[in-house]
């Protein structure tokens, strides 16, 4: 299975974000060291990678929560928990679905 | 440089999303936000909830950052959504120029900073210590703002601001 978190440094979540993935990563009895981190510097970097927004978690290519109309750019990703809360990272039901799912 | 407590604020006056154009006046609650960042979105609640509870304070929400890279931050779609949200109980400003920011140094959205009736800066930093938490109610701004309308100075006068950085123009 790969793991990756991207972001970007002009937000402050992916911190957050990693914590929160390497807890479910151990909850479901993986490695938390298999997360690939990868960050996007530019706008251009962010457009070719369709990148929206950080931190986007992929597993196995696929991103652990909908788009949503989330815009390509270098900005914060708005998530939305599964009580409707906006929220910086996803809602960690999401990616421990993801990650059951890629199982 | 970002405006410390005890600082005066400078006096602006920026347009507002009803068509009329407001600043300070009086104890007065100026928060940076915007319509794209998660952090400003989670709080946002909480601070409208704040000014529901505050009337004698007037509360300003200004949205600074750079339409022209982060269209969602645009006059328009400030307007729409208001207006989707039936209205605010405080004014939503574009600071299209980004000066007020700049004078005030914002650093995030949100950015809160309680002003008394001398614009003097008596609070700057985060509504309250978790994004992630309703129930924390915005209760560092609250805190404050009861402080300074009892004419008093806040027993905790700044925090960290935490939130997306302003997004300036290049």
Same mark, same amino acid.
């Given at each position: 299975?790969?793991?990756?978190?991207? !972001? !970007?440094?002009?937000?402050?979540?992916?911190?957050?974000?990693?914590?929160?993935?390497?807890?479910?990563?151990?909850?479901?009895?993986?490695?938390?060291?298999?997360?690939?981190?990868?960050?996007?510097?530019?706008?251009?970097?962010?457009?070719?990678?369709?990148?929206? @927004?950080?931190?986007?978690?992929?597993?196995?290519?696929?991103?652990?929560?909908?788009?949503?109309?989330?815009?390509?750019?270098?900005?914060?990703?708005?998530?939305?928990?599964?009580? @409707?809360?906006?929220?910086?990272?996803?809602?960690?039901?999401?990616?421990?679905?993801?990650?059951?799912?890629?199982? | 440089?970002?405006? %410390?407590? +005890?600082?005066?604020?400078?006096?602006? *006056?920026?347009?507002?999303?009803?068509?009329?154009?407001? /600043?300070?006046? +009086?104890?007065?609650?100026?928060?940076?936000?915007?319509?794209?960042?998660?952090?400003?979105?989670?709080?946002? =609640?909480?601070?409208? =909830?704040?000014?529901?509870?505050?009337?004698?304070?007037?509360?300003?929400?200004?949205?600074?950052?750079?339409?022209? %890279?982060?269209?969602?931050?645009?006059?328009?779609?400030?307007? *729409?959504?208001? #207006? %989707?949200?039936? /209205?605010?109980?405080?004014?939503?400003?574009?600071?299209?120029?980004?000066?007020?920011?700049?004078?005030? +140094?914002? %650093?995030?959205?949100?950015?809160?900073?309680?002003?008394?009736?001398?614009?003097?800066?008596?609070?700057?930093?985060?509504? =309250?210590?978790?994004?992630?938490?309703?129930?924390?109610?915005?209760?560092?701004?609250? #805190?404050?703002? =009861?402080?300074?309308?009892? /004419? #008093?100075?806040?027993?905790?006068? *700044?925090? #960290?601001?935490?939130?997306?950085?302003?997004?300036?123009?290049?």
């Amino acid at each position: 299975m790969r793991v990756e978190l991207v !972001w !970007w440094e002009g937000c402050p979540s992916h911190p957050e974000a990693l914590r929160q993935l390497h807890e479910v990563l151990a909850d479901e009895g993986l490695d938390p060291e298999i997360v690939e981190l990868r960050e996007v510097v530019s706008d251009e970097q962010a457009e070719r990678e369709r990148f929206l @927004g950080s931190p986007t978690i992929l597993v196995d290519g696929r991103d652990v929560a909908p788009a949503d109309g989330q815009p390509v750019g270098l900005a914060c990703r708005v998530y939305r928990l599964r009580d @409707g809360r906006p929220s910086p990272t996803p809602d960690r039901d999401d990616v421990r679905d993801a990650i059951r799912s890629a199982l | 440089m970002s405006l %410390r407590v +005890g600082d005066e604020a400078p006096p602006f *006056e920026l347009p507002a999303t009803d068509g009329s154009r407001r /600043g300070p006046d +009086g104890v007065t609650v100026v928060v940076f936000t915007c319509n794209h960042c998660p952090y400003a979105l989670a709080w946002h =609640d909480r601070i409208l =909830d704040a000014a529901r509870d505050h009337e004698s304070a007037r509360f300003l929400a200004i949205c600074p950052n750079d339409a022209e %890279r982060y269209p969602a931050d645009s006059f328009d779609a400030m307007r *729409e959504r208001v #207006e %989707r949200d039936g /209205g605010w109980p405080l004014p939503y400003l574009h600071d299209e120029s980004q000066e007020v920011a700049r004078a005030f +140094g914002a %650093r995030t959205t949100p950015d809160v900073f309680v002003l008394d009736a001398d614009r003097r800066v008596r609070y700057r930093g985060a509504p =309250d210590g978790d994004h992630s938490d309703p129930a924390q109610g915005a209760v560092w701004l609250r #805190e404050a703002l =009861d402080a300074v309308l009892a /004419g #008093e100075r806040p027993a905790r006068p *700044e925090t #960290e601001p935490v939130g997306c950085s302003i997004k300036w123009r290049r």
